[in-house]
């Protein structure tokens, strides 16, 4: 199953908070391998930086069936068995948590990735808060970097902090 959300955060950001126009061909796409808190390999993401935002296109493996919150958070540590070196949740423009709450989102909230029976799962989106463009207020690639983070729960889209989304289960350094 692909999921898209092109534009379903938009009418929550303000102008300031969108990506911003940018050179699509001067920022090289950006490949994140997201592991287990055993080391297994559960998936790999592909970053790539649009006009409108970054395109998430993600690919999992051996996850339990169900929905499962996928964030971007703000430090570039994936440190086992809980990945809480990852830190919170990308914000850098002080939102609150959720695409349902009238003060969110944060930057790194993202769409429920559902993974199927056989522990498989895609996803794949346009997320317009954030860019890989350095040296921008919202860029991935600040002076801490970023990770990817799998949840063992549905993002419920609005309690704070974290959506109600559970355990971290699988983390991914976002990186050159």
């Known amino acids: 199953m692909v999921m898209s959300l092109a534009g379903c955060t938009t009418e929550n950001s303000t102008p300031k908070e969108k990506a911003e126009h940018v050179n699509e061909a001067t920022v090289a796409p950006v490949q994140v391998e997201i592991k287990s808190a055993k080391g297994d390999r559960v998936g790999e993401a592909t970053l790539t930086q649009e006009q409108n935002g970054v395109r998430i296109k ?3 493996q051996g996850l339990t069936p169900g929905k499962h919150g996928i964030h971007v958070h703000e430090i570039g540590k994936c440190l ?3 990945f ?3 830190g919170g949740h990308f914000n850098p423009f002080k939102r609150e948590h959720g695409f349902n ?3 969110g989102p944060h930057s790194g909230d993202l769409m429920n990735v559902d993974v199927r029976a056989d522990g498989k799962g895609e996803y794949e989106t346009i997320a317009p808060l954030f860019t890989l463009e ?3 207020e919202n860029s991935l690639f600040d002076l801490d970097g ?3 983070v799998i949840h063992a729960a549905a993002d419920d889209y609005t309690s704070n902090p974290a959506g109600n989304s559970g355990d971290r289960i699988a983390c991914g350094v976002i990186q050159k």
Do not use: M
Request: net charge neutral; aromatic share 0%.
């Open 134 to 136: 350095e040296g921008k």
């Open 101 to 103: 709450n009238p003060k």
């Open 58 to 60: 993600l690919l999992v």
């Open 80 to 82: 086992a068995p809980d």
């Open 146 to 148: 970023s990770s990817l």
């Open 84 to 86: 809480q070196s990852a």
